[in-house]
């Protein structure tokens, strides 16, 4: 299936993009399409083990099961003051 990725802030400047398509397995979830990200190594094992994500513009579980054609936003911690 095929899963697009949208990277905010941090993310983006961490990874050099704000966006990509990525192919997964049925039946992966949140918690392993992380995993397998941070596997490539280089800058993608900067992202953390468990980032705040949402799917289809809605914040979710890291059990979330995929599913073809999914939007998932990658978004960093806030600071502010």
């Given at each position: 299936m095929r899963i697009r990725l949208l990277f905010f802030a941090s993310y983006r400047e961490l990874l050099g993009t704000g966006d990509m398509t990525v192919t997964l397995p049925e039946g992966t979830d949140v918690t392993?399409?992380?995993?397998?990200?941070?596997?490539?190594?280089?800058a993608f094992a900067g992202l953390p083990p468990y980032p705040v994500v949402a799917v289809n513009e809605e914040y979710t579980a890291d059990d979330r099961v995929l599913e073809n054609g999914d939007v998932v936003a990658f978004i960093p911690p806030v600071a502010g003051g």
């Open positions: 392993a399409l992380v995993a397998e990200l941070r596997g490539r190594g280089g």
